[in-house]
C-alpha cells in the first residue's frame, strides 16, 4: 500500500490530514496494530480499501454514515 502512496505522489500523513486523520492512527491500521471493528480505524480501514463499506445495516435503527471527502 505504500507504493501505492508513492506511485500517486502523496505521503501518508497528507492523505490522512486531507480526511481529517490522525496521522498515527492511520499508519497503525496500514501495520494491522488495530483491530478496525468500529469507529475511526473501521472507517480509515474503508476509505484506505482495506474493508468494504455495507451496503445497508442488517441491525434495526443503525444508520450507516459515510464520511464525506
Known amino acids: 500500500m505504500r507504493r501505492q502512496f508513492e506511485a500517486e ?3 501518508i ?9 490522525n496521522p498515527r492512527t ?3 491500521v496500514m501495520q494491522g496494530a488495530l483491530a ?6 473501521h472507517q480509515i480501514a ?4 482495506l474493508k468494504k463499506l455495507p451496503e445497508a445495516s442488517r441491525l434495526p ?3 450507516l454514515h459515510r464520511k464525506a471527502s
Open 9 to 11: 505522489g502523496i505521503s
Open 13 to 21: 500523513a497528507d492523505w490522512a490530514k486531507l480526511r481529517g486523520y
Open 26 to 28: 492511520v499508519y497503525a
Open 36 to 41: 478496525c471493528k468500529r469507529g475511526i480505524s
Open 46 to 49: 474503508v476509505d484506505l480499501g
Open 61 to 63: 435503527g443503525v444508520i
